[in-house]
C-alpha cells in the first residue's frame, strides 16, 4: 500500500486527495517514513513532527516537500550547508516556505547543499556530501544536490531549491528529474539566504512538468518582504500541449562545437529531432557572448557574495570563535573556522574583484558582459520561442574527481550560467541515458529550454509536449540494463 | 598572476585569516580562475551600459508607520555571546 502511495506524483496525489480517494494524513505519513530511510546524506534535519510547530500544517492538503537548507524556517535548524552558522534557528520563515505552508504542504526536511550554494556537486558541504541514487559513487550535482537526490531517490515527491547559476537546473539533469529555474523576481526571495542576490531564483524540483508548474503556482507571486518580486502575471495552469507545431526553437550556433560528452551530444540531437517529429522548427542562431558567461558570472556572483557573507561575523548568529586579542581578530578567527574552502575562494575573487584598481576591469567589465548576453538571448528571442542546450556538458561525474580544480568544476556551469545572467526562465527535462565519456554506467542527460522573461507557461507547455514525446521512464537502479 | 602579497592584502579587506598553506594554495587557484576570466579583456565595450539587475525596478514605497519589531530576547537568542540585552564583543582595542 505504502509503495503504492509513493508512485503518485504530487499533482496526482493533490487530486486523489482533493477527491477525498486519498487521506492527506496516511499520504504524508508514508513520505515520512520514506525520508526516515535516507541513505544519501540527503537530510541535513527531518521534520519527523510535521503536524506540530512552524513547519507543521494539521490538515495536509498538497503533498509533502523538501526544502533546501537555505530558506530560514522558523525554529528550525537552517544552515545553507555551513559551520559558521551552525545551531541557527531563525526567528522568522521564508516567504517561499510559508507559502507551502499555507498551501497545506507539510515540510519533510531541510536538505543538503553546497555550502552557501556555492558549488555544483554537492561536495562542498560541511555536513558531508550527497550520493547520486543511479549511482552512489557519483556526485547529485549541485548547489540543490540534496534537493535533487531526494526527488531522485524516492526520499520525497518533490522539493525546492535554489539556482543562482543553474543550481537547481544541473542537478536536476544529473539525477534524471525535472527543473526549472523561473524568471528573475517570479518567487519572493524573502528569508532565502543571500548568495548573489541579483542572480538568485528559487524553483522547483520534480518529477515531471506538471509538478513543476503545480509548484510554480503555490510559489510565485508579489512580496512586499522583497520589492524585486513582481511575480508572474497569471499563476501557471497546468501544461496540456500535445505538440509543438508553429514554434521555433535556437541552437546557439556556438555550442555544437563546444564541450560536451559524446553521450549528451548524442542525446541532445536526438532530442531535437524529437522536437521536429513534433511539428517544432529547429534552426542555428548566433549567441556569441555566451561562452563569455562563465567568466562574467565568476567575476559578479563572488563580488555580490563577498558582500553579502560579510555579515557572518561571529556577533549576531552562529558560531564564533573567542580569541585574545581585538574584535577583528574574533572576526577573522570565525571566519577562518566558519567557512569551507570553496565559500573562502569566492569571497577572496569577489574581493579582489570589487578592489580599488580592478573594479573596472574585472566587475565592471562583467556587468557589460551581462548586458551583451542578454542582449544576445532579445535578439535570439525575436525570431525564435526558445533557446535550447544540453543542461550540462557531462552526465554524473564521481565523487572527489573535480575537487582539486576549480576551472574544471566551474565549466559544469557553461550551458546554465548565460540564462540567469540575462534573468531569464529555463527547465531542465530528462531526456535518456547516455554512458560517460570513460565509460560506466548509463546515467541521466538533462536537456534545457530556455525562454523570455515571464513566458513560463509557454516554456511549461512546450516542455510538457517534449516530456510526452521522450517518455523518460528509467528509474535508478534500473537505468544502466535499459 | 597573483603574488602572496595581493592574497594577504584581499585576505585583510575580507576579514579571513588564512594559513601559510592557504595562502600558498589561493595565490596559483586564484592565478588560475583570473587567467580564465581576462578573456573578457578581449571584447569591445566601451560603448556598452553595465547590467547590475535585469528586473526593471521602480521605487516600491509604503506608509511610514511605526510597527512591532521582534522582541529583543528572540533576536539576541541567536548570539553566540548575549549579555544585558546587547550583542557582547571583544574590545576593539585588544589590552596589551
Not at chain 1, 152 to 180: E, H, K, M, N, Y
Amino acid at each position: 500500500m505504502t509503495a503504492e502511495l509513493l508512485e503518485l506524483s504530487a499533482l496526482e496525489a493533490h487530486g486523489a486527495m482533493s477527491a477525498r480517494e486519498l487521506s492527506a494524513e496516511d499520504y504524508r505519513d508514508a513520505w515520512i517514513e520514506a525520508a526516515a530511510g535516507d541513505e544519501l546524506g540527503v537530510y541535513l534535519w527531518r521534520g519527523e513532527d510535521t503536524t506540530a510547530g512552524a513547519v507543521g500544517v494539521e490538515r495536509p492538503s498538497v503533498a509533502p516537500i523538501a526544502v533546501k537548507d537555505i530558506f530560514c524556517t522558523e525554529g528550525v535548524p537552517t544552515t545553507a550547508a555551513s559551520r559558521i552558522l551552525e545551531g541557527y534557528r531563525p526567528p522568522y520563515t521564508a516567504t517561499a516556505v510559508r507559502r507551502l505552508i499555507e498551501a497545506g504542504a507539510p515540510i519533510l526536511g531541510k536538505t543538503n547543499m553546497d555550502e552557501f550554494a556555492m558549488g555544483s556537486s554537492n561536495e562542498n558541504s560541511a555536513y558531508g556530501p550527497v550520493l547520486n541514487p543511479w549511482d552512489r559513487t557519483r556526485v547529485p550535482g549541485g548547489s540543490s544536490g540534496g534537493s535533487a537526490a531526494a526527488v531522485a531517490g524516492g526520499l520525497a515527491p518533490w522539493a525546492i531549491g535554489t539556482d543562482t547559476g543553474g543550481s537547481i537546473r544541473q542537478p536536476a539533469s544529473l539525477c534524471g528529474i525535472v527543473g526549472l529555474k523561473p524568471t528573475y523576481g517570479a518567487i519572493s526571495r524573502y528569508g532565502m539566504i543571500a548568495f548573489a542576490s541579483s542572480l538568485d531564483q528559487c524553483g522547483p524540483l520534480t518529477r515531471d512538468v506538471s509538478d513543476a508548474a503545480l509548484l510554480l503556482s503555490i510559489l510565485q507571486g508579489r512580496d512586499s518582504c522583497d520589492s524585486t518580486s513582481v511575480g508572474l502575471e497569471q499563476a501557471p495552469r497546468l501544461p496540456d500541449r500535445e505538440d509543438l507545431r508553429g514554434l521555433r526553437f535556437a541552437v546557439p550556433v556556438e555550442i555544437r562545437s563546444g564541450a560536451m560528452e559524446s553521450g549528451v551530444r548524442a542525446i541532445f540531437e536526438a532530442t531535437l529531432k524529437r522536437i521536429e517529429d513534433l511539428g517544432g522548427e529547429i534552426a542555428e542562431a548566433p549567441l556569441p557572448h555566451a561562452e563569455h558567461g562563465i567568466s562574467a558570472y565568476y567575476l559578479i556572483a563572488p563580488a555580490e557574495a563577498s558582500s553579502n557573507l560579510a555579515r557572518y561575523d561571529g556577533v549576531r548568529y552562529g558560531m564564533r570563535v573567542e580569541t585574545e586579542g581585538d574584535v577583528v581578530e574574533m572576526y577573522e578567527a570565525t571566519r577562518a573556522a566558519g567557512f569551507g574552502d570553496e565559500v573562502k575562494r569566492r569571497i577572496m575573487l569577489g574581493t579582489y574583484a570589487l578592489s580599488s584598481g580592478y573594479y573596472e576591469a574585472y566587475y565592471g567589465r562583467a556587468q557589460k558582459v551581462r548586458t551583451k548576453i542578454a542582449a544576445d538571448f532579445a535578439g535570439a528571442f525575436e525570431d525564435f520561442d526558445f533557446v535550447v542546450t544540453p543542461t550540462s556538458p557531462t552526465v554524473a561525474f564521481g565523487l572527489g574527481e573535480k575537487t582539486d580544480d576549480p576551472l574544471a568544476m566551474y565549466m559544469n556551469d557553461f550551458f546554465t550560467v548565460p540564462m540567469s545572467l540575462a534573468g531569464i526562465p529555463a527547465i531542465s527535462i530528462p531526456a535518456g541515458l547516455a554512458e560517460p565519456d570513460g565509460g560506466g554506467p548509463r546515467l541521466p542527460v538533462g536537456f534545457q529550454i530556455a525562454a523570455p522573461a515571464f513566458a513560463e507557461q509557454h516554456l511549461l507547455d512546450a516542455a510538457y509536449a517534449l516530456e510526452q514525446a521522450i517518455g523518460f521512464e528509467a528509474r535508478p537502479g534500473e537505468g544502466s540494463d535499459g | 598572476m597573483i603574488e602572496r602579497e595581493q592574497v594577504l592584502h584581499v585576505a585583510k579587506l575580507a576579514r579571513l585569516r588564512l594559513s601559510d598553506a592557504e595562502v600558498e594554495k589561493m595565490a596559483g587557484e586564484l592565478s588560475g580562475i583570473l587567467e580564465h576570466v581576462d578573456r573578457i579583456g578581449e571584447l569591445e565595450l566601451d560603448d556598452v551600459p553595465p547590467t547590475s539587475h535585469v528586473v526593471e525596478l521602480e521605487n516600491v514605497l509604503r506608509p511610514d508607520r511605526p510597527r512591532p519589531s521582534w522582541p529583543r530576547e528572540v533576536v539576541l537568542a541567536q548570539a553566540p555571546d548575549p549579555t544585558e540585552g546587547a550583542f557582547r564583543v571583544p574590545s576593539p582595542q585588544a589590552e596589551a
